[in-house]
């Protein structure tokens, strides 16, 4: 007899740029701005928090699975909006630095996340990735610090990633901005799966039903030792990168100028 197909998740709510879902004991947070390959902007950002909290709630789900819709996973900081049209408010942010916990580090029960990368996983898109605890890609995936090309500090990415992946590929990573594909990070091991283009989701489906085998709190006390790693050496970084103040620089404005207008930078130093 024919297997019975794995019914669709069910939509628990539908944030703006987002959505919650559930099958069983399997959460799903997929990103919904396909037509900007999920960049971040700050309704991303807040939808993201309220979608994680809802996770981290929600007595139904044991494991989450993050993913993007569309033809990437995140493609980082929405330029236009996050770094040239900046209002005062997100100028005052910028001074004040990032949370060093990021956006897993600090929860009520601290339930494993997976994330399923396809297409870009840029910046803040690696973020995420790396501060999930495990990590699928197909082999389309590329991940980069790309902060550093935007005249930002990468320091607090740097960190992050170094927490599982030291290697002076990473430094490159960190110094010069490039895209870095799925396959050289699982071979260093920054990844748990690499898996053909496609096949992301599905992967990482398989991987959940793994990690649900394990009595639940049992896992819970490894991802809380897990994030641990990273939120030290993320507020280290904050310490040594604040103070440059690159937001407040002429080579930050020209990064992000150049790239709106699509024409090489023209840096100055300044």
Same mark, same amino acid.
């Not at 994680?52 to 909006?81: M, N, P, T, Y």
């Given at each position: 007899?024919? =297997?019975?197909?794995?019914?669709?998740?069910?939509?628990?709510?539908?944030?703006?740029?987002?959505?919650y879902?559930?099958?069983?004991?399997i959460?799903?947070?997929?990103?919904?701005? =396909?037509?900007?390959?999920?960049?971040?902007?700050?309704?991303?950002?807040?939808?993201?928090?309220?979608?994680?909290?809802?996770? &981290?709630?929600?007595?139904?789900?044991?494991?989450?699975?993050?993913?993007?819709?569309?033809? =990437?996973?995140?493609?980082?900081?929405?330029?236009?909006?996050?770094?040239?049209?900046?209002?005062?408010?997100q100028?005052?942010?910028?001074?004040?630095?990032?949370?060093?916990?990021?956006?897993?580090?600090? +929860?009520?029960?601290? @339930?494993?996340?997976?994330?399923?990368?396809?297409?870009?996983?840029?910046?803040?898109?690696?973020?995420?990735?790396?501060?999930? &605890?495990?990590?699928?890609?197909?082999? &389309?995936? $590329?991940?980069?610090?790309?902060?550093? $090309?935007?005249?930002? /500090?990468?320091?607090r990415?740097?960190?992050?990633?170094?927490?599982?992946?030291?290697?002076?590929?990473?430094?490159?990573?960190?110094?010069?901005?490039?895209?870095?594909d799925?396959?050289?990070?699982?071979?260093?091991?920054?990844?748990?799966?690499?898996?053909?283009?496609?096949?992301?989701?599905?992967?990482?489906?398989?991987?959940?039903?793994?990690?649900?085998?394990? /009595? /639940?709190?049992?896992?819970?006390?490894?991802?809380?030792?897990?994030?641990?790693?990273?939120?030290?050496?993320? %507020?280290?970084?904050?310490?040594?990168?604040l103070?440059? @103040?690159?937001?407040? +620089?002429?080579?930050?404005?020209?990064?992000?100028? =150049?790239?709106?207008?699509?024409? /090489?930078? $023209?840096?100055? %130093?300044?």
């Open positions: 007899m024919p =297997s019975t197909p794995a019914e669709e998740p069910k939509i628990i709510t539908e944030y703006e740029t987002m959505m879902k559930r099958r069983e004991k959460a799903y947070i997929m990103f919904n701005r =396909s037509q900007a390959l999920n960049a971040v902007n700050d309704q991303f950002e807040e939808d993201l928090h309220a979608a994680l909290l809802e996770f &981290d709630l929600d007595d139904e789900a044991w494991v989450a699975i993050i993913h993007g819709a569309g033809r =990437s996973f995140c493609a980082g900081a929405d330029v236009k909006q996050r770094l040239v049209a900046m209002t005062s408010e100028a005052a942010r910028r001074q004040k630095g990032p949370n060093a916990e990021g956006y897993t580090g600090r +929860t009520a029960n601290w @339930k494993p996340i997976i994330a399923a990368v396809h297409g870009y996983a840029l910046g803040a898109g690696i973020v995420i990735a790396v501060e999930s &605890d495990l990590i699928v890609a197909s082999e &389309d995936a $590329k991940f980069g610090i790309t902060e550093t $090309k935007r005249g930002l /500090p990468a320091g990415i740097w960190a992050k990633v170094n927490a599982f992946m030291p290697s002076k590929v990473l430094s490159e990573m960190a110094l010069t901005g490039e895209h870095i799925a396959a050289e990070l699982y071979r260093l091991g920054l990844i748990n799966r690499l898996v053909p283009t496609g096949e992301h989701l599905s992967a990482a489906e398989e991987l959940a039903e793994k990690v649900l085998k394990s /009595p /639940p709190l049992a896992t819970r006390s490894v991802v809380k030792l897990i994030r641990r790693q990273w939120v030290q050496p993320s %507020a280290d970084a904050d310490m040594q990168m103070p440059l @103040k690159l937001h407040l +620089t002429e080579d930050f404005k020209e990064a992000s100028q =150049s790239f709106v207008e699509k024409r /090489p930078p $023209k840096y100055q %130093a300044r």
